[in-house]
């Protein structure tokens, strides 16, 4: 196998040509897979993104990609079909997604995981290990798991385009060959020896990179570096700092882009698609405001900071249909003082995805009115909509959850990492309690003054916690009960992974904010990804994928990963849907 760097051209600058065949918009899991299928179907390729860095919010993210029935999922040893995976999406989106698009899914799905395994020498996928689906009690759900998620790829291995890919949000502190079973036993370690068996395995397999001067990188930036390193050996041209203005056409017929460069503006003519795969609007306040419930912001979210909404926006200024708006990939987040290492100063507030601080023992998430409202321990996306409350879409004003407090005691920190990344014991920095985004006091008395709910209640809350605490059973909500909530929690504690009392002073509490991980909203796209109108006929030349569009699971979310399985999927979809126009007279190209 050949194992030299990437040479392609270099990150910045204008594109080297005025017309290519088919012109990417975004770098994330859609675009990278709709970029890498036109290539190596015979396309000329570019690929835009507008930031520095390239990645998307795939790079940050854990990287869990969710396809049910694919075979890379059975060569691992797993037991799925795509049947099952049929029977569990149609219990759980409901009828806002036609059966049409979640068969297409599924059975393109199939392919688009063999393609990406065929074409990309780098990328290996390993079984996600006891990570299940988030709808455990729906028809064909898999209790044990049907995601994978890559594994150690060679960040050497990009070259110029390394220091340009958006790092992982839970990035170790020196480049590891982590899984997400690792990260979630690791985060165990003060409490049981085993963590500490699987932490010496992993530092020798980390030894084992090292020694060979690798530096691997896992997760979500190992997936979507794997696939970068495939389309710029496939020949995909890249340019980053180059923002999407307009869509150009010929008649009804999108025929190009209208793109920025360092202040000059100039056009990029696309003979046969332009595919929009550049992100949601979680970045846009404005637009969270027109389409959301309130309250929102542009800032709760860990999305990348160039998901701006900007393809959504251009498609509806050309007549595209939107649909789903309204909804997230919500995710229950905390806002967190960032410092400069080497300056006692703030910078600015950091959002900071929750998912074991909610899950472990001795932790509770109180209202305004001291009392627990849900299943702290719930997969993100059910947890976040539980901070508006109400069913979807039916609320109106502010939400009835909130403010929300995640609560702790000291036992939480004898015992576990806060916010992933500090560790057991140590201090928290003076800043977090200095700018109040963090409440820390001696009694739940005084905390509950602190943070101005009703002492009573929250008392008579913590009260009522700590006796299913110690019957390990939560009786209000059915908390660590399923395979998701002890997942996260500490499945060496007993009699429930995830619960545990809060007693032990100090008190901490932290306010918790409806997050998201991306918005679920955006152009409608019919079963080939061609964007269409309100009245269903297509837009020529005009494709899309991922968050761009409108999610192929409506409302909910299926499992970890169903986001990133879906943006590989359709950018698959939208480049073959390109290359089959543009090869129709030449059966040579037609196979993929």
């Not at 594109?15 to 290539?39: F, N």
Request: glycine fraction near 12%; hydrophobic fraction near 40%; charge should be negative.
């Amino acid at each position: 196998m050949n194992t030299k760097k990437s040479s392609a051209r270099k990150p910045f600058g204008r594109p080297s040509k005025d017309t290519y065949d088919v012109v990417v918009v975004g770098s994330g899991a859609a675009g990278l897979s709709a970029s890498l299928t036109a290539a190596r179907r015979g396309l000329k390729v570019l690929m835009v993104e507008k930031s520095d860095q390239w990645g998307g919010s795939t790079s940050k993210s854990a990287g869990m990609v969710w396809v049910p029935g694919n075979n890379v999922f059975a060569r691992l040893g797993g037991s799925d079909s795509t049947d099952l995976g049929r029977q569990y999406m149609k219990a759980t989106v409901g009828d806002c997604t036609s059966d049409e698009m979640i068969d297409t899914f599924l059975e393109e799905g199939k392919k688009c995981m063999d393609f990406l395994t065929a074409s990309c020498p780098y990328l290996e996928f390993r079984r996600m290990e006891g990570y299940p689906d988030y709808w455990l009690d729906a028809p064909g759900a898999a209790k044990t798991g049907r995601g994978v998620e890559a594994g150690a790829f060679d960040s050497r291995l990009l070259g110029p385009w390394e220091k340009s890919h958006v790092k992982a949000y839970f990035k170790p502190m020196i480049p590891m060959d982590l899984n997400s079973y690792d990260s979630a036993d690791l985060l165990l370690a003060m409490t049981d020896p085993r963590p500490w068996v699987r932490g010496m395995k992993l530092a020798w397999r980390n030894l084992v990179h090292w020694a060979k001067g690798r530096r691997p990188l896992t997760m979500g930036a190992g997936l979507t570096g794997a696939i970068m390193y495939s389309a710029l050996r496939a020949g995909v041209e890249v340019k980053l700092e180059t923002a999407l203005k307009d869509i150009t056409f010929d008649g009804d017929r999108a025929n190009g882009v209208t793109l920025e460069h360092a202040g000059e503006t100039f056009d990029i003519k696309a003979k046969h698609g332009v595919i929009l795969a550049c992100g949601g609007f979680e970045r846009n306040e404005e637009m969270r405001q027109k389409y959301q419930r309130h309250p929102i912001t542009g800032t709760w979210t860990v999305g990348v900071e160039g998901n701006t909404g900007d393809g959504i926006e251009i498609g509806l200024n050309h007549g595209a249909a939107i649909d789903n708006m309204a909804d997230a990939i919500w995710s229950p987040v905390i806002s967190l003082p960032r410092t400069d290492t080497f300056q006692p100063i703030v910078i600015e507030d950091e959002e900071r995805f929750i998912v074991p601080d909610r899950s472990l023992p001795h932790t509770l998430i109180v209202n305004g009115k001291g009392k627990r409202f849900m299943n702290e321990a719930l997969p993100y996306c059910t947890a976040g909509q539980g901070l508006y409350g109400g069913i979807f879409g039916k609320g109106e004003g502010d939400a009835e959850n909130m403010p929300a407090w995640l609560i702790f005691d000291q036992q939480f920190r004898d015992k576990y990492f806060f916010a992933y990344g500090h560790l057991p014991k140590l201090e928290l920095p003076e800043e977090y309690y200095d700018s109040g985004a963090l409440v820390r006091r001696d009694t739940i008395a005084a905390l509950a003054e602190a943070i101005e709910v009703p002492a009573d209640a929250l008392k008579a809350t913590i009260d009522r916690f700590n006796d299913f605490a110690d019957a390990g059973v939560d009786l209000d909500f059915h908390r660590g009960e399923n395979e998701h909530d002890r997942f996260y929690g500490n499945r060496y504690h007993k009699p429930n992974a995830s619960l545990g009392r809060v007693e032990k002073g100090p008190f901490y509490a932290t306010q918790v904010y409806p997050g998201d991980i991306g918005t679920s909203g955006g152009l409608v796209i019919d079963p080939k990804a061609r964007v269409t109108r309100p009245d269903g006929s297509t837009i020529p030349g005009l494709l899309a994928a991922g968050n761009t569009t409108k999610s192929v699971i409506g409302h909910t979310y299926t499992a970890g990963g169903t986001s990133i399985g879906a943006a590989l999927v359709f950018g698959y979809i939208a480049a073959n849907t390109a290359a089959d126009e543009a090869f129709a007279d030449n059966p040579v190209f037609v196979a993929r």
